[in-house]
């Protein structure tokens, strides 16, 4: 959806229009465009799904890091 919601915002340079456009296409739209839209939705969830992961594993890095640092500079 934000990709698609990108694309059209360039085109248009009006968020609230793209965002407009989007929602008549997601009410009004035959099936296939309704399809293609969730299909979007569906990818940007994994993506954000993907990006938490990405940011635990950091933070777990991180503290492992800092962890070993303190051993480190004890000895």
Excluded: C, V
């Excluded at 919601?5 to 929602?23: D, F």
């Excluded at 939705?41 to 991180?62: F, P, R, S």
């Amino acid at each position: 959806m934000w990709k698609l919601l990108t694309l059209i915002t360039s085109i248009l340079e009006n968020p609230k229009i793209a965002l407009r456009i989007i929602k008549l296409l997601e009410k009004y739209g035959n099936s296939k465009i309704k399809a293609i839209l969730q299909s979007i939705k569906d990818i940007e969830h994994q993506l954000a799904q993907i990006q938490y992961y990405l940011n635990m594993d950091h933070i777990h890095i991180q503290k492992y890091i800092f962890k070993f640092d303190k051993q480190w500079n004890q000895q």
